[in-house]
């Protein structure tokens, strides 16, 4: 079975400086990952995905596959960051995505 | 982008009745909805994989009996409650899978905050 980590529940930076949400995923195969987040009275919606290897808002997450990680960051916070960040996988051929339990980030003024 | 509504934004309904909530991908067709469940402060717990005009695919732990999905268009899946109990109460979330632009994205609906008396 597939599973992701976020080993952190919260995560509190000062503006401008650089941050790292990290996610860690068990999975044997090929895996689509992805980061939604989710701001404060909003629906979550998509942030990025790795096959896209964009950059979105300043945010980028490159897939590491021998530390099976696909860690999310940003050299300079904004205070708009702040939300809940979720890391997602989806197995391949797999219809349904597999959520981590998000990491809840602040930026501080 | 896609947008996913979601229909009611909250209910508040008595101990032992049943509740409907709806998903609609409103500009574009989704055979596959998904529906999840959030308790405060946690992720979301997928419940079921919604497949128009097939029946629904549960996730392991979840009641078919009494979470019934119903994907009857392309546009529209139902969640239904049925005898509804306190421990029911909770925010219930369905996302849609759009194909359309040569990847494949979910796009969440806005959740329905159920609570039961």
């Known amino acids: 079975a597939q599973r992701v980590t976020q080993p952190e529940k919260l995560l509190s930076v000062f503006k401008g400086a650089p941050v790292e949400l990290k996610c860690n995923y068990s999975?044997?195969?090929?895996?689509?990952l992805f980061w939604y987040v989710q701001y404060s009275r909003q629906r979550l919606q998509l942030l990025l995905r790795?096959?896209s290897r964009e950059s979105i808002k300043g945010f980028t997450a490159d897939l590491n596959k021998g530390e099976t990680s696909f860690h999310l960051k940003k050299p300079f916070a904004q205070e708009e960051d702040s939300a809940m960040y979720y890391c997602?996988?989806?197995?391949?051929?797999?219809?349904?995505?597999?959520f981590g339990q998000g990491t809840r980030l602040t930026i501080n003024p | 982008g896609a947008v996913v509504s979601q229909h009611p934004s909250w209910v508040i309904c008595k101990s032992g009745t049943s509740v409907k909530i709806e998903c609609r991908s409103l500009?574009?067709?989704?055979?596959?909805m998904f529906w999840y469940r959030q308790f405060p402060k946690q992720s979301l717990m997928l419940m079921a994989t919604?497949?128009?005009?097939?029946?629904?695919?549960?996730e392991q732990g979840v009641e078919k009996d009494k979470f019934l999905i119903n994907h009857a268009s392309l546009t529209l899946s139902t969640l239904t409650v049925t005898s509804a109990h306190p421990e029911d109460s909770s925010f219930y979330i369905c996302?849609?899978?759009?194909?359309?632009?040569?990847?494949?994205?979910?796009?969440f609906g806005p959740g329905t905050r159920l609570l039961v008396l």
């Open positions: 996302s849609a899978r759009d194909h359309r632009r040569g990847q494949e994205t979910q796009y």
């Open positions: 999975y044997s195969g090929s895996p689509e």
């Open positions: 790795h096959i």
């Open positions: 997602a996988l989806k197995a391949q051929g797999a219809q349904k995505l597999v």
């Open positions: 500009d574009f067709q989704a055979t596959t």
């Open positions: 919604s497949n128009e005009g097939s029946k629904a695919t549960y």
